[in-house]
């Protein structure tokens, strides 16, 4: 009996299909990965599981319950209750069928006279100190204790109450999304264990001895004083109502669920979202998530509040001018008002004039439809994704020399990497699920190298302290990567095998030389990175010795004027020593928002079809024209900074932008402003009034993941089900709403479920030519590529060779940025996020996520807090040499002195008012990571914030009055 689907047992016709039940179910104990089995016979059932398996699990996997209070099968057996105990024959006692492996020829009673006269013992214990409040408890009957005491029969308790009890315990309330209720706690340890084992933050202690013994968060602090990062994993293993969601305390427990993809990070965790009626009450991770496998992190588990918020567009709005108010109108109003401005533009201005962004929160097939909507209906390609300003670098990096755009690995290949190089990403706070399995796996053994401006939290893992820190400066990845390979090279470390079999040997052998030059040695590059020469000799070979060695880089990488040169680099690291193929290594990008990898996948490009398929390729083009029904250009359009340029210059007159608010996400802010501002018809379709729809002329209401049903494509590849929780408010999902602006222009689609689109995209892009809905839902994910090649999907690229045929060697000449520190600008700021907000916190800043990071403040060394006299909450006024704005100052030694560091969820913040129009190379995604900045103390926000102020208060007051008709509202 499977106790996890396999798709391989699938294809092989072992199974019929994937069954959600088998997540439904707690077997107890985890389960062995040993390939010898075992048989034995329990309550006279005779089964064969394999080595290493519990007592406890086996017993499951042969359809018998065997109570249990403190196991829960995502954390190793602990033994504690006792209320597992069984009888072996041949052995003395009543061992714990939770900690007790099984052994050939066992045989196992479960079920007699003095087990279940042991076990009601056992509960007469925990119940004798329990509030008898069942009726009134917020789990209201969904509680393992309730249950168990019901199925040991207990029917009394021979206890009294008048003994030294915890039943006055207080209530720790302090942490918006769950309570505390120490006097209904067993002390089974679940959520301690939960805290280190699966989330790996250490937060939860049991204090104290014997009766005393109760669970403790820090040094007896309130969950919200503590290390708590509030991922939800103890509220999830609590056995009773002692951890409880508020949100069920308050409108009771679920009766319905559905299993959907967050819509959060690019981990793609799998949910239930567990439902009352219409009304979600609860996100509940999914045990079958292959990306997350039940666990969660505080966005994903409690930030779901927005998509109910006060403040979601219910309605179609249009305006003539953004200086009017809006007027609130039916679909069929604002899609005409819509289609009319477009096609005036284009007869008055030429075809060209227009454009459109696609969105990486959107589904696959809702970006699919706008690309080809501006493709067919538009008749250009003049289509960008906000994929550009953040992993553009990584899909023409990885293309150069993999010859594919997309990471090599599944998330759980970690697992079995033995160094861990972490460039440019903080896996922490940005992709929380999966570094609290990168943490596990550095908790087993594995080293961590971290290639970082700023001291990250994945260096304070513990049993991890010891991982190396590259503090480099920010803007000179490309020369500390190849001081790494140039140490692989000169002292003999590459895989030379792997290389002359799976790379091309010319450019191999260019590479070397190159590589081997003495400008590439640490002790040469050393001025130029900041870090010591013997440091990254250390990293070189403790990545080039290392069984496996995995890459895993973000943001850090590739928002740089090299971004597309670091990653090539990264590549060649990983060719050369041969970690590229199998599990445990690979070159991993980790995308920053849900669906980054699909928006890229779907031809959001301006230059790609879907697929990655050139538009200059005359057999591809043609291939999507009998598809489409429709003649294409062959010449690549606008990039989304083109576009800005075109719009102030008046050649480029409307803009469609689906879930995306540039005017805020974007660099040098004053530019995007005055390009959004030149547009004649800005068509703005997202869930709230954020800051580029405030420019907009036409506001078509969005749906959230909750409302729609589709497919997301996480950082790994996986393309997981989205699917519709609850009625979208304002009557359509985004892909209908698409569908209806290009019928409204004249272009047919007529699709009535996005499944069918899914079927188109496989019918057009070869990575995906297996991929559909049956499919997926037989199997619950799918990697591409998935084809005929590859059935059941690709879990590790480049196994045996390259789609390129050989691994290509590139030359990453280090080209110092633009950016430079002076006089003037003596400092260099570099951005990122953290934990509790999201992007530019349009979703999060809406739950009470805010209660930690409600502004984004300026993180400064001490030593140049110092020399400019300011401390803690003084305001600093940021001047860069393309704008200025103030944050207030956080004195930190987490960067070296000279470089300064903030976030960028707030849009008051301007953090983006000062990042310059740099970009990379290749690919125009900005040069985020690098500005050179003076600061000062201030007074007073800078003139953009209170620009910005006076705007934003008219904007809102004129959605406020969105029926006012011609009143200005001044």
């Given at each position: 009996m499977l106790n996890h689907f396999d798709p391989k047992q699938y294809l092989a016709g072992q199974v019929n299909s994937y069954d959600p039940t088998l997540f439904d179910r707690d077997l107890g104990t985890p389960g062995s990965t040993s390939t010898t089995a075992i048989g034995l016979v329990i309550d006279g059932v005779e089964i064969s599981v394999p080595e290493g398996t519990s007592v406890m699990r086996a017993a499951a996997l042969a359809g018998i319950t065997v109570p249990k209070l403190c196991a829960t099968d995502n954390m190793e057996a602990f033994g504690s209750c006792r209320l597992c105990a069984v009888e072996i024959e041949g052995r003395r006692g009543y061992p714990a069928s939770c900690t007790t492996p099984?052994?050939?020829?066992?045989?196992?009673?479960?079920?007699?006279?003095?087990?279940?006269?042991?076990?009601r013992n056992i509960m007469e214990l925990y119940i004798s100190d329990h509030p008898l409040d069942c009726l009134t408890c917020p789990a209201n009957g969904d509680c393992e204790l309730q249950d168990m005491a019901g199925a040991v029969g207990l029917r009394e308790v021979r206890y009294g109450y008048e003994g030294a009890n915890h039943l006055d315990a207080k209530i720790d309330d302090s942490n918006p999304y769950f309570s505390f209720d120490p006097s209904k706690c067993i002390v089974c340890s679940r959520c301690v264990r939960a805290c280190g084992e699966v989330q790996g933050t250490f937060a939860l202690t049991i204090?104290?001895?014997?009766?005393?013994?109760?669970?403790?968060?820090?040094?007896?602090?309130?969950?919200?004083?503590?290390?708590?990062?509030?991922?939800?994993?103890?509220?999830?293993?609590c056995p009773t109502s002692t951890l409880m969601e508020k949100s069920v305390i308050d409108e009771g427990v679920p009766e319905h669920s559905v299993v959907t993809t967050c819509a959060y990070c690019g981990v793609g965790c799998s949910f239930e979202a567990q439902m009352k009626g219409d009304k979600l009450i609860r996100m509940v991770p999914y045990k079958g998530g292959d990306a997350n496998h039940g666990h969660s992190c505080v966005k994903g588990r409690f930030a779901f509040g927005y998509a109910t918020h006060k403040d979601r567009i219910r309605e179609p709005m249009i305006r003539d001018s953004i200086d009017q108010p809006w007027r609130a109108v039916s679909w069929e109003e604002a899609l005409s008002f819509s289609a009319k401005r477009l096609k005036d533009i284009q007869e008055k201005y030429g075809r060209d004039s227009v454009g459109g962004i696609t969105s990486s929160r959107c589904t696959n097939e809702e970006t699919y439809l706008v690309q080809k909507l501006i493709r067919a209906a538009f008749g250009n390609n003049n289509t960008d994704t906000c994929a550009r300003v953040c992993h553009s670098p990584t899909g023409y990096g990885l293309k150069t020399t993999l010859g594919e755009s997309a990471g090599t690995q599944t998330f759980d290949s970690v697992m079995k990497a033995d160094t861990i190089l972490v460039i440019g990403a903080n896996p922490t706070d940005a992709h929380p699920v999966f570094a609290s399995l990168m943490k596990r796996r550095l908790r087993e053994g594995a080293d961590l190298i971290v290639a970082d401006p700023r001291r990250i939290d994945l260096l304070k893992t513990p049993h991890a302290e010891k991982g190396l820190h590259l503090a480099l400066k920010p803007g000179t990845n490309v020369a500390l990567v190849n001081a790494l390979a140039h140490v692989v090279i000169t002292e003999g470390l590459e895989d030379e095998a792997f290389v002359a079999s799976r790379c091309g040997t010319e450019g191999y052998q260019k590479w070397r030389t190159f590589i081997q030059e003495e400008r590439h040695a640490p002790e040469a590059s050393e001025s130029e990175t900041g870090v010591p020469a013997a440091l990254v000799r250390t990293a070189a070979r403790k990545y080039a010795t290392a069984g496996n060695g995995a890459i895993y880089y973000g943001l850090g990488v590739t928002e740089h004027s090299q971004g597309s040169t670091t990653v090539m680099a990264i590549a060649n690291l990983a060719m050369a020593t041969g970690n590229i193929g199998r599990e445990g290594v690979g070159v991993n990008p980790l995308r920053g928002q849900n669906n980054v990898q699909g928006s890229c996948d779907m031809g959001s490009f301006p230059h790609e079809l879907p697929g990655y398929q050139h538009v200059a390729d005359t057999e591809v083009r043609q291939r999507f024209e009998r598809v489409w029904n429709t003649t294409l250009d062959d010449e690549p359009g606008l990039r989304i900074p083109n576009m800005f340029d075109a719009a102030v210059a008046g050649t480029f007159k409307a803009l469609y932008v689906q879930g995306e608010d540039i005017a805020q996400s974007d660099p040098n802010t004053q530019h995007v402003e005055a390009a959004l501002s030149a547009l004649d018809c800005l068509i703005v379709q997202d869930i709230f009034l954020n800051e580029t729809a405030k420019y907009a002329h036409v506001l078509l209401p969005g749906a959230t993941f909750l409302e729609k049903n589709g497919t997301f494509t996480n950082a790994e590849r996986r393309i997981n089900r989205v699917r519709r929780v609850m009625a979208p408010v304002a009557g359509m999902e985004d892909w209908e709403v698409t569908q209806a602006l290009s019928n409204a222009l004249g272009y047919p689609m007529n699709y009535s479920h996005p499944s069918e689109i899914m079927d188109e995209i496989a019918q057009l892009a070869p990575t995906f030519t297996g991929v559909n809905y049956s499919k997926l839902d037989t199997l619950g994910s799918i990697q591409w590529p998935c084809n005929d090649d590859y059935p059941i999907g690709t879990p590790t690229m480049h196994g045996v060779d390259f789609p390129i045929g050989k691994g290509n060697f590139a030359i990453t000449e280090y080209v110092a940025t633009e950016e430079r520190v002076n006089r003037r600008y003596p400092l260099l700021l570099t951005t990122g996020r953290i934990l509790s907000q999201y992007n530019v916190g349009a979703q999060t800043r809406r739950t009470a996520n805010s209660a930690w990071h409600e502004e984004d403040v300026l993180e400064i060394h001490p030593t140049d807090a110092e020399d400019r006299g300011l401390k803690d909450g003084d305001w600093l006024g940021i001047r860069s040499r393309v704008g200025h704005t103030v944050l207030r100052c956080r004195v930190s030694d987490r960067m070296a002195p000279g470089v300064v560091y903030t976030t960028f969820h707030h849009p008051g913040s301007g953090a983006n008012v000062i990042t310059t129009d740099n970009s990379d190379w290749a690919t125009n995604c900005p040069e985020y990571k690098v500005t050179a900045v003076q600061?000062?103390?201030?007074?007073?926000?800078?003139?953009?914030?209170?620009?910005?102020?006076?705007?934003?208060?008219?904007?809102?007051?004129?959605?406020?009055h969105a029926d006012a008709g011609e009143v200005a509202l001044k």
């Amino acid at each position: 009996m499977l106790n996890h689907f396999d798709p391989k047992q699938y294809l092989a016709g072992q199974v019929n299909s994937y069954d959600p039940t088998l997540f439904d179910r707690d077997l107890g104990t985890p389960g062995s990965t040993s390939t010898t089995a075992i048989g034995l016979v329990i309550d006279g059932v005779e089964i064969s599981v394999p080595e290493g398996t519990s007592v406890m699990r086996a017993a499951a996997l042969a359809g018998i319950t065997v109570p249990k209070l403190c196991a829960t099968d995502n954390m190793e057996a602990f033994g504690s209750c006792r209320l597992c105990a069984v009888e072996i024959e041949g052995r003395r006692g009543y061992p714990a069928s939770c900690t007790t492996p099984v052994s050939e020829g066992m045989s196992v009673t479960t079920q007699n006279g003095k087990l279940a006269k042991l076990r009601r013992n056992i509960m007469e214990l925990y119940i004798s100190d329990h509030p008898l409040d069942c009726l009134t408890c917020p789990a209201n009957g969904d509680c393992e204790l309730q249950d168990m005491a019901g199925a040991v029969g207990l029917r009394e308790v021979r206890y009294g109450y008048e003994g030294a009890n915890h039943l006055d315990a207080k209530i720790d309330d302090s942490n918006p999304y769950f309570s505390f209720d120490p006097s209904k706690c067993i002390v089974c340890s679940r959520c301690v264990r939960a805290c280190g084992e699966v989330q790996g933050t250490f937060a939860l202690t049991i204090d104290g001895r014997g009766f005393g013994s109760m669970v403790s968060a820090g040094q007896n602090e309130p969950f919200m004083d503590s290390e708590c990062v509030s991922c939800g994993a103890c509220v999830q293993a609590c056995p009773t109502s002692t951890l409880m969601e508020k949100s069920v305390i308050d409108e009771g427990v679920p009766e319905h669920s559905v299993v959907t993809t967050c819509a959060y990070c690019g981990v793609g965790c799998s949910f239930e979202a567990q439902m009352k009626g219409d009304k979600l009450i609860r996100m509940v991770p999914y045990k079958g998530g292959d990306a997350n496998h039940g666990h969660s992190c505080v966005k994903g588990r409690f930030a779901f509040g927005y998509a109910t918020h006060k403040d979601r567009i219910r309605e179609p709005m249009i305006r003539d001018s953004i200086d009017q108010p809006w007027r609130a109108v039916s679909w069929e109003e604002a899609l005409s008002f819509s289609a009319k401005r477009l096609k005036d533009i284009q007869e008055k201005y030429g075809r060209d004039s227009v454009g459109g962004i696609t969105s990486s929160r959107c589904t696959n097939e809702e970006t699919y439809l706008v690309q080809k909507l501006i493709r067919a209906a538009f008749g250009n390609n003049n289509t960008d994704t906000c994929a550009r300003v953040c992993h553009s670098p990584t899909g023409y990096g990885l293309k150069t020399t993999l010859g594919e755009s997309a990471g090599t690995q599944t998330f759980d290949s970690v697992m079995k990497a033995d160094t861990i190089l972490v460039i440019g990403a903080n896996p922490t706070d940005a992709h929380p699920v999966f570094a609290s399995l990168m943490k596990r796996r550095l908790r087993e053994g594995a080293d961590l190298i971290v290639a970082d401006p700023r001291r990250i939290d994945l260096l304070k893992t513990p049993h991890a302290e010891k991982g190396l820190h590259l503090a480099l400066k920010p803007g000179t990845n490309v020369a500390l990567v190849n001081a790494l390979a140039h140490v692989v090279i000169t002292e003999g470390l590459e895989d030379e095998a792997f290389v002359a079999s799976r790379c091309g040997t010319e450019g191999y052998q260019k590479w070397r030389t190159f590589i081997q030059e003495e400008r590439h040695a640490p002790e040469a590059s050393e001025s130029e990175t900041g870090v010591p020469a013997a440091l990254v000799r250390t990293a070189a070979r403790k990545y080039a010795t290392a069984g496996n060695g995995a890459i895993y880089y973000g943001l850090g990488v590739t928002e740089h004027s090299q971004g597309s040169t670091t990653v090539m680099a990264i590549a060649n690291l990983a060719m050369a020593t041969g970690n590229i193929g199998r599990e445990g290594v690979g070159v991993n990008p980790l995308r920053g928002q849900n669906n980054v990898q699909g928006s890229c996948d779907m031809g959001s490009f301006p230059h790609e079809l879907p697929g990655y398929q050139h538009v200059a390729d005359t057999e591809v083009r043609q291939r999507f024209e009998r598809v489409w029904n429709t003649t294409l250009d062959d010449e690549p359009g606008l990039r989304i900074p083109n576009m800005f340029d075109a719009a102030v210059a008046g050649t480029f007159k409307a803009l469609y932008v689906q879930g995306e608010d540039i005017a805020q996400s974007d660099p040098n802010t004053q530019h995007v402003e005055a390009a959004l501002s030149a547009l004649d018809c800005l068509i703005v379709q997202d869930i709230f009034l954020n800051e580029t729809a405030k420019y907009a002329h036409v506001l078509l209401p969005g749906a959230t993941f909750l409302e729609k049903n589709g497919t997301f494509t996480n950082a790994e590849r996986r393309i997981n089900r989205v699917r519709r929780v609850m009625a979208p408010v304002a009557g359509m999902e985004d892909w209908e709403v698409t569908q209806a602006l290009s019928n409204a222009l004249g272009y047919p689609m007529n699709y009535s479920h996005p499944s069918e689109i899914m079927d188109e995209i496989a019918q057009l892009a070869p990575t995906f030519t297996g991929v559909n809905y049956s499919k997926l839902d037989t199997l619950g994910s799918i990697q591409w590529p998935c084809n005929d090649d590859y059935p059941i999907g690709t879990p590790t690229m480049h196994g045996v060779d390259f789609p390129i045929g050989k691994g290509n060697f590139a030359i990453t000449e280090y080209v110092a940025t633009e950016e430079r520190v002076n006089r003037r600008y003596p400092l260099l700021l570099t951005t990122g996020r953290i934990l509790s907000q999201y992007n530019v916190g349009a979703q999060t800043r809406r739950t009470a996520n805010s209660a930690w990071h409600e502004e984004d403040v300026l993180e400064i060394h001490p030593t140049d807090a110092e020399d400019r006299g300011l401390k803690d909450g003084d305001w600093l006024g940021i001047r860069s040499r393309v704008g200025h704005t103030v944050l207030r100052c956080r004195v930190s030694d987490r960067m070296a002195p000279g470089v300064v560091y903030t976030t960028f969820h707030h849009p008051g913040s301007g953090a983006n008012v000062i990042t310059t129009d740099n970009s990379d190379w290749a690919t125009n995604c900005p040069e985020y990571k690098v500005t050179a900045v003076q600061v000062e103390k201030v007074t007073q926000p800078s003139d953009w914030q209170q620009r910005f102020q006076q705007f934003d208060e008219q904007q809102q007051r004129y959605l406020d009055h969105a029926d006012a008709g011609e009143v200005a509202l001044k």
